[in-house]
């Protein structure tokens, strides 16, 4: 095979938190009296919390001390666990399940690469606690993507070569961020529009073809 390992986003990739995240982030905006939409939300996929509050900022009429953005994050997390406790295994897809299962029959690791410091207990309310060979996510990274550290890093845990791994994407700084770790991509979702990865999949399951046997 082409691939020792595949790195999957998680957000997006593995399961769907984006209502989540905007629910969290609505209410804090709506409290900050900020303007938030949908489309700002968008803005959002694969970038850290902080950088995504600077980016809600951007509509906010004032200063904020590093301080207050600091502690309102917090507050915007706190918001979003707590929605996270409405996921249950139900919430994964069985064809992405039976793909990761079929992938790991044919002899390849798994990990994960994502911004979120909720990865682990994502995993956990998915049923997946343990599942993946390694997780690298927002607690062991200084720099969010399209910087390529998060996936170089699940490279390292899984004791492989970065060109040896292929990196699973919904957004374009995911994309990017593969890209500059010297890594082949597969796009799905929004991803698929930037026309910057090796593969686009229409559906998860596409990967097993994209991979090969």
Same mark, same amino acid.
């Given at each position: 095979? @082409?691939?020792? #390992?595949?790195?999957?986003?998680?957000?997006?990739?593995?399961?769907?938190?984006?209502?989540?995240h905007y629910q969290a982030w609505k209410k804090l905006a709506d409290k900050l009296g900020i303007y938030f939409d949908q489309e700002i939300n968008n803005r959002l996929r694969g970038v850290s919390r902080m950088e995504s509050f600077d980016i809600i900022l951007e509509k906010y009429h004032g200063q904020m001390s590093q301080e207050d953005k600091?502690?309102?994050?917090?507050? @915007?997390?706190?918001?979003?666990?707590?929605?996270? @406790?409405?996921?249950?295994?139900?919430?994964?897809?069985?064809?992405?399940k039976e793909t990761l299962d079929t992938l790991r029959s044919r002899g390849l690791l798994l990990a994960i690469g994502s911004s979120s410091k909720n990865a682990?207990?994502?995993?956990e309310r998915l049923g997946l606690d343990?599942?993946?060979?390694?997780?690298?996510?927002?607690?062991?990274?200084?720099?969010?993507?399209?910087?390529?550290?998060?996936?170089? @890093?699940?490279?390292?845990?899984?004791?492989?070569?970065?060109?040896?791994c292929l990196v699973v994407?919904?957004?374009?700084?995911?994309?990017?961020?593969?890209?500059?770790?010297?890594?082949?991509?597969?796009?799905? #979702?929004?991803?698929?529009k930037c026309n910057k990865a090796n593969y686009n999949l229409e559906t998860f399951s596409d990967l097993l073809l994209a991979v090969g046997s």
């Open positions: 095979m @082409k691939y020792k #390992g595949i790195i999957f986003d998680l957000d997006g990739v593995i399961c769907h938190t984006d209502k989540y600091v502690r309102y994050a917090a507050e @915007k997390n706190d918001l979003y666990r707590e929605l996270l @406790k409405n996921m249950t295994t139900d919430d994964l897809d069985p064809q992405v682990g207990f994502i995993l343990g599942y993946f060979d390694a997780v690298s996510d927002g607690n062991n990274i200084s720099r969010s993507k399209p910087d390529p550290e998060v996936f170089l @890093k699940a490279a390292e845990y899984l004791d492989l070569q970065p060109q040896d994407e919904d957004a374009q700084s995911g994309l990017e961020a593969a890209i500059a770790g010297n890594m082949d991509c597969a796009a799905i #979702g929004d991803a698929v």
